[in-house]
Every structure is written in C-alpha cells, then in structure tokens.
C-alpha cells in the first residue's frame, strides 16, 4: 500500500517528531510511504482570510505535488490541514484542468488516526505510555471532519495510559488560525478557559491530533507558568511500541458511516452554508 505523506507546514516547521512518528507508524502497518519534494502550504491561511481567487495557485501547487507520487493514499498529521485539501475540490469545480485531480485527492485523502482506525482498521498500535492524560479534539477534525471516534479508540487501547476526560471537550482552544491574529483578546480568553479545563484534570500530559491546537495551549501553558507536556496522538501511538499486542478491529464497527464524516463528503464551504455565512 502506497501513502503519500501530507506534511503540513506546521508539522514541517516547528514539529517534525510528529512526522517522524507518523511515518514510523504507518510503515509499522506495512505502508510505502513518499513524501513529494513539490508540497508547500495548503493555502488555509489566506483562504481562510477571503483571498478565495489569490489562493488557488497555492492549491494547485499542492494538488500537482501530491499526486506526483502514484499512491493510494494521501494521509496528513492535522485534521484541519487535512479538510482543506478536500475543500479543493470545491473551490476548484469549475476549473477545466484541475476539478477532476482535487476530487481524486479528496477521495484519498485521510487525517492520521482516521486513516490507522477506519481504513487500516488499526484498534490496538501496541504502544504503551504510563501516564494520566487528556485529549483535545480540534473544532476542524470534529465538526468539519467529522472525526470523534478514531482517536478516542486508538488511545482507550495504549497501555498504561489513564485518559480523563476534558470538561468543556467541545470547545475551540482559541487559535483558529489567524483568528488568534486578529482578535487576539478573544482568543486568549478561550486559551484561557481550555488550559484551566486541562488543569483541572490533574493530567500530565495533553493529547491532540491536530499540531495547531497543541502548538496554542501549549503556549498559554507557558506564558502562565504552567507545565504541561504536549504530545500529538502519532507520538502516543509510535511510544514503546510492542508488536505482539496490535490487534485490528472489525470491519463492521469501523466501517460505520459518521455525522458530517469522509464518507458523505462533508466540506468546509457545507458548514458555512449551513451556519449563513
């Protein structure tokens, strides 16, 4: 099975132990994995900033990098980067070269741990980590992703490791991208509030499957004085890693359709229509 490696920029620049841990894994599972030499940002920062027309040079450039590689799948470390590689195929319909590759790069393309537990059917990686953590789960994995179950399986099954459960889960840890940027007391407000909620439950250690959320509170840990230790889930499930213990879950349980999931195609531009923006 050939993986084509989504890097991210924020993975590339300021976590590359998370790459490094994500490619680790998948290779364990037996994927050839290639990372293309061409792929740059996906163009989230300024789209999201409404340089919707200025930005599709980026996303073509993402799309030519991507499938350069001949691979069946394309597997990124970050659930929003990863939902703005499937929203190409909507910024990009009516375009009569590139409309056909986006939609074959949202077709196989996959956040990390969505892809060990829904197409890998990975319910067990066989890492162990003994401490007591909690998880974050970012607002783009679970309301534009769809994404709530995967990462919950993949770390209720790494040994020795007590999860406890976040107050306020649902909540945005304040970053949004550039929302920190330009509404900077807003955003610390919320930073505020998630770092007192992860205080709360005594937590060493504080999980993640998106990098950017991590990268924030981890930040406003820091300013406060306050320690904590971040891991993103690849890290988690790359940690002391036995062999003999990966188990597989059926194919029934994991192959169950999600709320806003891969499956029904759910984008970015979708969740805007239906909020009125």
């Known amino acids: ?163 406890v459960p976040l107050p306020h889960l649902e909540n945005c840890c304040g970053f949004g991208g550039l929302f920190s940027v330009k509404e900077p007391e807003i955003s610390k407000q919320m930073v505020d509030e998630k770092v007192d909620d992860v205080i709360s439950t005594g937590a060493s250690v504080l999980i993640s499957a998106d990098p950017a959320c991590l990268m924030n509170i981890a930040g406003r840990f820091n300013r406060r004085g306050e320690k904590i230790k971040i891991m993103h889930i690849a890290e988690v499930l790359n940690h002391n890693v036995d062999p003999s213990r990966i188990k597989y879950a059926p194919a029934e349980d994991r192959d169950e359709l999600y709320a806003g999931g891969y499956n029904q195609g759910y984008t970015q531009s979708d969740v805007k229509k239906e909020v009125g923006a």
Not at 4 to 14: A, H, K, M
């Open 1 to 163: 099975m050939k993986v084509v490696i989504f890097s991210t920029c924020i993975v590339d620049l300021f976590f590359p132990n998370v790459g490094k841990a994500m490619v680790e894994v998948l290779e364990r599972f037996g994927c050839d994995t290639a990372m293309p030499v061409k792929q740059i940002c996906c163009g989230q920062p300024t789209f999201n900033s409404g340089y919707v027309k200025e930005t599709q040079p980026v996303f073509k450039n993402q799309i030519d990098a991507l499938l350069s590689i001949d691979a069946d799948y394309i597997v990124g470390p970050a659930g929003s980067c990863v939902n703005m590689l499937r929203e190409f195929q909507v910024q990009l319909k009516d375009d009569p070269e590139y409309a056909e590759k986006a939609k074959q790069v949202a077709a196989k393309t996959w956040e990390f741990s969505q892809f060990l537990y829904r197409v890998l059917g990975v319910l067990d990686a066989g890492a162990e980590l003994a401490a007591t953590a909690t998880y974050h789960r970012s607002c783009h994995m679970t309301r534009l992703l769809g994404e709530r179950t995967s990462p919950s399986v993949l770390l209720d099954h790494v040994k020795n490791l007590k999860m």
